[in-house]
């Protein structure tokens, strides 16, 4: 009985670090989530700043170029400037928005880890071996004397059962 509750209480105990480790990952999961969302966000904020940046410059050396009275290949070459600096800060803007995505889809596979590592090193439940009870409750009783006395019982049995002697053979 006791192996049995000790065996109920292992059991239980591993169901309550089971829900308790999946709880954990739940809540991990919720804040990498919440990260995600926050960089989504400062991502598209970012995109629009620099594109509202970008056009208020296009705009300021339009109004340059023509209060100075210059036109043609110049303009376009500042406007192609503009552009091209606002594409490579797009571009750098748009790496570091992977790059930490990328680092939160690892930190999910690392709570995802953890969990299953919590659940794995939990202890094996140990179901009462009868067996083993039986052999330690009457290992006391096992003797050489109660050994050899209840091998002249068992001569005794079958010479009375078979009519012959058990020479100790296995049959």
Known sequence: MAQKGAADMQEFRNKAATKSAKAALK????ILLRKSQEEQEAYAQSNFDRKRR???LEA??????????VSGISVD???SNIGRQ???IGVRAKKTYESTLASL????AQAVSRMVARIQGL???????LLATALTAFEPMLTDEAVESSDAAIN???EGTFGSTNDGAAT
């Open 54 to 56: 970008a056009m208020e």
């Open 123 to 129: 202890p094996p439940v140990t179901q009462p071996n």
């Open 156 to 158: 005794g049995w079958w």
């Open 27 to 30: 809540q991990d999961q919720k």
């Open 60 to 69: 300021s050396a339009n109004v340059a170029a023509g209060e100075a009275g």
């Open 105 to 108: 889809a690892d930190a999910n």
């Open 86 to 88: 606002e594409g490579e």
């Open 77 to 79: 070459r500042i406007m």
